[in-house]
């Protein structure tokens, strides 16, 4: 099956530092997907971005299929930022579930 | 902005009972899913329901579960008789083609 990777696996930040996310798949997948995993356990959706870069306020991500790997980017973090950042994709023709990746922990401090 | 909504958003319920999770998609989505957390691991898909049937489910989706869309807006999961590593954080999500929308989850706690 494909493999999912996303780094780092934990990252600390002091308020107001900018951060990378990354996800790095192994096959061809279809309808990436970020989400943000709030400390109540909520999955917030951030960015639907299959390919290309989309930015929403101080939060912005990028595709690049042919090379297989998303990144998120993180500006200026603020407390509320504080969670585990998931990708997730759809791998396979026949099907149109969301495959998980492992998450990144983030925890801004103040 | 229109967003998926489960209830409750916290059931504990003792081994050996049945619960229903409710969830209301959004509205005109054709596409539905309950996936599942359980606590420090990641999200797992557990079924997907398109026009009145499932359409894929995964290997943990046994025989104790069951998923319904009994009028135009609840989608509901029932688990028959629960067992203590069903505790975990379930997530309903909806779909109109290609991007899904979680709703805020339902913590189940089997004790």
């Known amino acids: 099956g494909i493999q999912v990777e996303q780094s780092p696996p934990d990252l600390i930040l002091q308020e107001g530092a900018n951060s990378t996310l990354r996800c790095n798949f192994s096959d061809s997948v279809n309808n990436l997907q970020w989400f943000h995993q709030n400390p109540w356990g909520q999955l917030i959706n951030l960015f639907y971005i299959p390919s290309g870069t989309k930015q929403n306020g101080r939060l912005s991500a990028t595709t690049v299929a042919t090379e297989r790997y998303s990144l998120l980017y993180i500006s200026s973090s603020q407390t509320t930022d504080s969670g585990v950042y998931f990708c997730a994709f759809e791998y396979g023709g026949a099907t149109n579930k969301l495959i998980f990746g492992t998450g990144t922990l983030l925890a801004v401090q103040p | 902005e229109p967003e998926v909504t489960q209830t409750p958003s916290h059931q504990v319920t003792q081994m050996g009972q049945e619960v229903i999770l409710r969830c209301v998609p959004i509205s005109n989505h054709l596409y539905f899913y309950w996936y599942r957390q359980i606590l420090g691991q990641k999200v797992e898909f557990l079924v997907s329901?398109?026009?009145?049937?499932?359409?894929?489910k995964s290997e943990i989706f046994d025989d104790q579960f069951s998923v319904e869309r009994p009028d135009g807006s609840n989608f509901t999961l029932k688990i028959r008789s629960t067992k203590l590593e069903d505790s975990a954080m379930y997530f309903c999500?909806?779909?109109?083609?290609?991007?899904?929308?979680f709703g805020p989850g339902t913590r189940l706690t089997v004790t």
């Open positions: 999500a909806s779909c109109l083609g290609y991007e899904q929308y």
């Open positions: 329901f398109y026009n009145n049937e499932i359409s894929e």
